[in-house]
Structure formats: structure tokens, C-alpha cells
T-cell receptor, first 111, second 118 residues
Framework: QKEVEQNSGPLSVPEGAIASLNCTYSDRVSQSFFWYRQYSGKSPELIMSIYSNGDKEDGRFTAQLNKASQYVSLLIRDSQPSDSATYLCAVNEGSNYKLTFGKGTLLTVNP | GAVVSQHPSRVICKSGTSVKIECRSLDFQATTMFWYRQFPKKSLMLMATSNEGSKATYEQGVEKDKFLINHASLTLSTLTVTSAHPEDSSFYIC??????????????FGPGTRLTVL
């Protein structure tokens, strides 16, 4: 059984702070890792993908992957109230496989 | 790029009727599309994987005769909820697999369809 674990939160941070979201996965053959953002009542939106160990930065977002530890994280710098949402971690074994989602972490950024 | 649309966005129907939901990839061809269901404050639940030109693969516990999926072209998949009942009321979301940088692909979600069965 493939599992993706996330702390459900809620994670609450003040505006301007760094929000750190964590995810662990059970399947060692996982190759592709994604972070989605889902606002209440809306569908998920892809914000980051990462495939290699290390950091990948895109604007205020940084994804970090450590395959040895089976751990992937998302850092959001200069957090804004508009970042308040549920963040879903997802992994798959490669391009031809379905995604396995975590249950999501609810992030609240307080003004 | 990688835009996925769904229609309708919201539907209310009477118990016993059938409802068809369309999912389209607007600017890319998607050989694989996925259908999810999400209940309020719950996580996404994959219902089925839809491959163009072949039968859908349903997840365990999902009734294939109740949730009919057709993927007739590389840009269109449809989900029909047959003989809908109030317990089928949910948020139905499709996604399409598209190419990201290099050889990698990712899933791009449609905006979802909120179904209410009275």
C-alpha cells in the first residue's frame, strides 16, 4: 500500500514568515513529486514539481527532495494571507503512473 | 498552457436522473485523464483512470456501471453518473496528464463540478 503522509495542521504562520510544509512517502521507487494548492471549494492547482534530490526554487516557493529519507517539503517565503489554503503532496512512480495524494496540510497565514 | 476545463461547473438534479460531466484539455493532448471525487473537508479520492480509446480502469469500490467513463478523443473525457442518488452528491474533479519540462509529466486539474442530487 503506497502511502503519502502529511501533517493535517492547521499550520498557522504570521504574514511575512516562512511556512514549512512536510511530506513523507512510503514507496521507494517514487520518481516524481508534486505540490498542489487547493483553496476551499476549488480544485487543486499544481504549484511545484521536483524529480531530483535537492532544492528547486520558483519565486517564493522552494521544494526540497531527499529520496534517501523519503521526504519532500515545500517552503513558502514571505507568506501572504492569499497563501492560506490546503497544500497537497503527491507522488508517483513515473510518468505513466497515477498519483498518490497525501491528505493535505491546511495553512493559515495571519495578517 | 495545460488548461483543463469542466462542464458544467454546478448541477442540481432529481434523484434517479443521469448527469454527464465533460472534461476537456484545451491546449494539449491528454492520453490519460483521471476522475476524482471529493466530499466536504475530505481528501481527493481517485475514482478511475481514463485512457483514450480504451476502457477506463476503476478503483476498488467504485461501481463502473454507475459511473460511466468515456474517453473518445485526446482532449475529451466524460463521466456519467447514472441513476443519481443523494449520496452521489459531491465535488467531481477531472485531471489530465500533460507534459512538464523535459520528459516529465504532471496532472492538471479541471475546476470541478459540484453535483447536488435532491
Amino acid at each position: 500500500q503506497k502511502e503519502v503522509e502529511q501533517n493535517s495542521g492547521p499550520l498557522s504562520v504570521p504574514e511575512g514568515a516562512i511556512a514549512s510544509l512536510n511530506c513523507t512517502y512510503s514507496d521507494r521507487v517514487s520518481q516524481s513529486f508534486f505540490w498542489y494548492r487547493q483553496y476551499s471549494g476549488k480544485s487543486p492547482e499544481l504549484i511545484m514539481s521536483i524529480y531530483s534530490n535537492g532544492d528547486k526554487e520558483d519565486g517564493r516557493f522552494t521544494a526540497q527532495l531527499n529520496k534517501a529519507s523519503q521526504y519532500v517539503s515545500l517552503l513558502i517565503r514571505d507568506s501572504q494571507p492569499s497563501d492560506s489554503a490546503t497544500y497537497l503532496c503527491a507522488v508517483n512512480e513515473g510518468s505513466n503512473y497515477k498519483l498518490t495524494f497525501g491528505k493535505g496540510t491546511l495553512l493559515t497565514v495571519n495578517p | 498552457g495545460a488548461v483543463v476545463s469542466q462542464h458544467p461547473s454546478r448541477v442540481i438534479c432529481k434523484s434517479g436522473t443521469s448527469v454527464k460531466i465533460e472534461c476537456r484539455s484545451l491546449d494539449f493532448q491528454a492520453t490519460t485523464m483521471f476522475w476524482y471525487r471529493q466530499f466536504p473537508k475530505k481528501s481527493l479520492m481517485l475514482m478511475a483512470t481514463s485512457n483514450e480509446g480504451s476502457k477506463a480502469t476503476y478503483e476498488q469500490g467504485v461501481e463502473k456501471d454507475k459511473f460511466l467513463i468515456n474517453h473518445a478523443s485526446l482532449t475529451l473525457s466524460t463521466l456519467t453518473v447514472t441513476s443519481a442518488h443523494p449520496e452521489d452528491s459531491s465535488f467531481y474533479i477531472c485531471s489530465a496528464r500533460g507534459v512538464l519540462a523535459g520528459d516529465h509529466s504532471g496532472e492538471f486539474f479541471g475546476p470541478g463540478t459540484r453535483l447536488t442530487v435532491l
